[in-house]
T-cell receptor, first 111, second 113 residues
Framework: GESVGLHLPTLSVQEGDNSIINCAYS??????FIWYKQESGKGPQFIIDIRSNMDKRQGQRVTVLLNKTVKHLSLQIAATQPGDSAVYFCAEGYNNNDMRFGAGTRLTVKP | IAGITQAPTSQILAAGRRMTLRCTQD?????MYWYRQDLGLGLRLIHY???????GKGEVPDGYSVSRANTDDFPLTLASAVPSQTSVYFC????????????FGEGSRLTVL
């Protein structure tokens, strides 16, 4: 079956630098794509989503890029802070009943 | 603001025992979900409910059952627990389907021996 995956399982960045977390997906029929952040011992927290008819969306310090040609999704975090240290998940879906999550990337921010 | 409340936080259970994980939300969201999280596999949907009185099967429903008697509560039951059900279980809710914005609880860590 089709699945969502991540290129890098871990990412370490210096505080203040920009972070880029990548995600590959294989289901070209997905309607939307989402990024979640999960801190240790907590539940996932919604960050940002993007619909399949868009290629870029910006939030507070975060930007999500969608490249449907190569089925690639990325999350860019500007001026990464220690509080950004967490596991980041991408997910794809048609509706919430069929949303598939990737395995996650652990982001570590070095002071 | 409570959001999603799950109980218990952690539980060790003997194989073959029955266990119910509780989930309550105070956001009046129509849709609720149960996921399990296993290292390297991400989150996998067990069961969902789009509205009170209805439920559906997700990606990994075998061995689990749910009920949705009202808007706020969505318990998950393991009728006869097996070691492969050792996992962290997350309950979530959303105001509507068709978007990816789910609100998750803090999780219930279940160990089946």
């Amino acid at each position: 079956g089709e699945s969502v995956g991540l290129h890098l399982p871990t990412l370490s960045v210096q505080e203040g630098d920009n972070s880029i977390i990548n995600c590959a997906y294989s289901n070209s029929a997905s309607d939307y794509f989402i990024w979640y952040k999960q801190e240790s011992g907590k539940g996932p927290q919604f960050i940002i989503d993007i619909r399949s008819n868009m290629d870029k969306r910006q939030g507070q310090r975060v930007t999500v890029l969608l490249n449907k040609t190569v089925k690639h999704l990325s999350l860019q975090i500007a001026a990464t802070q220690p509080g950004d240290s967490a596991v980041y998940f991408c997910a794809e879906g048609y509706n919430n009943n069929d949303m598939r999550f990737g395995a996650g990337t652990r982001l570590t921010v070095k002071p | 603001i409570a959001g999603i409340t799950q109980a218990p936080t952690s539980q060790i259970l003997a194989a073959g025992r029955r266990m119910t994980l509780r989930c309550t939300q105070d956001m009046r969201h129509n849709a609720m979900y149960w996921y399990r999280q296993d290292l390297g596999l991400g989150l996998r949907l067990i069961h969902y409910s789009n509205t009170a009185g209805t439920t559906g099967k997700g990606e990994v429903p075998d061995g689990y059952s749910v009920s949705r008697a009202n808007t706020d509560d969505f318990p998950l039951t393991l009728a006869s627990a097996v070691p492969s059900q050792t996992s962290v279980y997350f309950c979530a809710s959303s105001a509507q389907t068709g978007t990816g914005e789910l609100f998750f609880g803090e999780g219930s860590r279940l160990t089946v021996l």
